[in-house]
């Protein structure tokens, strides 16, 4: 079983929204921290956001800060990120990823990925 599967990603224009979806398996949702990263070919990966203990802690990098959101349907064992007034620099492949034990910080290594999804934000 995928443990993790992402989808709602596309391509919009700058200062447009999507939302992403991760579905995951019990075993990754049962860690309690979910995350999303993002990818270039021209970048390292980069921790975007990561909700902690079905939501009750979130945390965001600088850069999506105020524009994106992370949440949990528990009940369906889903996460979402909600991406606001989008920027091309936010174009890249979409990661979500999930962590057993040893906190929940975005610098620290993640236990399950996704296969991602690709976003592309034109100017």
């Known amino acids: 079983q995928v443990p993790l599967l992402e989808s709602g990603g596309g391509s919009v224009q700058a200062g447009g929204s999507l939302r992403l979806s991760c579905e995951a398996s019990e075993v990754a949702y049962s860690t309690g921290c979910l995350a999303w990263f993002r990818q270039t070919p021209k970048k390292e990966r980069e921790g975007v956001a990561r909700?902690?203990?079905?939501?009750?802690?979130?945390a965001y990098a600088d850069s999506v800060k105020g524009r994106f959101t992370m949440s949990e349907d528990t009940a369906k064992m889903t996460v979402y990120l909600q991406m606001n007034t989008l920027k091309p620099e936010d174009t890249a492949m979409y990661y979500c990823a999930a962590k057993r034990r040893g906190g929940c910080s975005l610098s620290s290594d993640f236990d399950y990925w996704g296969r991602g999804t690709q976003v592309t934000v034109s100017s």
């Open positions: 909700s902690y203990a079905g939501g009750a802690s979130t």
